[in-house]
């Protein structure tokens, strides 16, 4: 099966900072992947898939990119709100796998 | 606009069946267009997939917990479920169920209802 890394586990930074999550499945998926948001007892929210497009509702301060074996989110201007736990999915075939994850604290 | 909501016992026995159900309102689960999930979260723990099924009948499951999971749908109901045999501590989580979409995602999820097996 495919695993999912991503990096870093943990990041602080402040407000209005641009901050960049990387995911690196072990193997080439192509264009396949999404980025969750998940906040404390809250269900994942879906922030972006086909590595680059943006779920409806979205701000635009969200971006992805990438493709093959090399993601990443970036949050170009960082907002209070975006504190939370980001997690990609590789979404090209099942089984489905998720990355382990990344904390976001807001300094 | 399409919602889903988690139900069921918050409480399950060790070696016993855990079963849940997914009522989805606003859209039909009769829909070759996406398939049915559940996904998991242990406390403090990272996301983990269960399985997936289409309206045509196609299952996909969790190669790690395949022998033990079986999901299905009620297209009278509009709703799909999930049971989990002999369960373990180790299956206390939050669980999710969620529409996908090929190559898109999960989008929407329901709340998640925690499940704790204990004795």
């Known amino acids: 099966d495919i695993q999912m890394t991503q990096s870093p586990s943990s990041v602080s930074a402040s407000v209005g900072d641009r901050v960049t999550i990387t995911c690196r499945p072990s193997q080439d998926i192509s264009s396949w992947l999404a980025w969750y948001q998940q906040k404390p007892g809250k269900a994942p929210k879906l922030l972006i898939y086909?590595?680059?497009t943006l779920q409806s509702g979205v701000p635009p301060r969200f971006s992805g990119s990438g493709s093959g074996t090399d993601f990443t989110l970036t949050i170009s201007s960082l907002q209070p709100e975006d504190s939370a736990v980001y997690y990609c999915q590789k979404v090209d075939r099942f089984p489905i796998t998720f990355g382990q994850g990344t904390r976001l604290e807001i300094k | 606009q399409l919602q889903l909501q988690e139900s069921g016992p918050g409480l399950a026995k060790p070696s016993e069946t855990l079963s849940l159900t997914c009522t989805v309102s606003g859209g039909s689960i009769g829909t070759s267009d996406y398939y049915w999930s559940w996904i998991r979260q242990p406390p403090g723990k990272d996301l983990e997939w269960i399985g997936s099924?289409?309206?045509?009948?196609?299952?996909y499951h969790n190669p790690s917990l395949k022998s033990r999971v079986t999901i299905s749908l009620d297209t009278s109901k509009n709703q799909f479920s999930l049971r989990l045999t002999s369960v373990t501590a180790a299956d206390t989580a939050v669980y999710y169920c969620?529409?996908?979409?090929?190559?898109?995602?999960?989008?929407?999820w329901g709340q998640g209802t925690l499940v704790t097996v204990s004795s």
């Open positions: 099924m289409y309206y045509s009948g196609n299952t």
């Open positions: 086909t590595a680059n």
């Open positions: 969620a529409r996908g979409g090929n190559h898109v995602g999960f989008d929407p």
